[in-house]
């Protein structure tokens, strides 16, 4: 049973830094891409990062610089680094594991709210 538990959210003040984690189980977590969704209350869900299976990296425009997916295959685990926070990051933040013949999973997301 594909599982994705995602923790590391809570309340920052501007500028500050969290770092989420999606822990992966019941599949070949290394086979996936893994992607960081949000979604912002009264928004669509926006693609925010994500990594490949070899490492690549993507990153929508809004977070470059600010953000760092990463994964660790040992340990069935991918990172979201995030810093320098601004209050337009506030939403719930999304783990989605994606195989091109095996479909995709979500977690059931942690909520960011960046606010002073």
């Known amino acids: 049973q594909v599982q994705l538990v995602e923790s590391g959210g809570g309340l920052v003040q501007p500028g500050g830094s969290l770092r989420l984690s999606c822990a992966a189980s019941?599949?070949?977590?290394?086979?996936?891409?893994i992607r960081w969704y949000r979604q912002a209350p009264g928004k669509e869900r926006e693609l925010v990062a994500a990594?490949?299976?070899?490492?690549?990296?993507y990153y929508v425009d809004s977070v470059k610089g600010r953000f760092t997916i990463s994964r660790d295959n040992a340990k069935n685990t991918v990172y979201l680094q995030m810093n320098s926070l601004k209050p337009e990051d506030t939403a719930v933040y999304y783990c989605?594991?994606?195989?091109?013949?095996?479909?995709?999973?979500w977690g059931q997301g942690t909520q960011v709210t960046v606010s002073s």
């Open positions: 019941g599949f070949s977590f290394s086979t996936y891409f």
């Open positions: 989605n594991a994606y195989h091109l013949s095996r479909g995709e999973s």
């Open positions: 990594i490949g299976t070899s490492g690549t990296t």
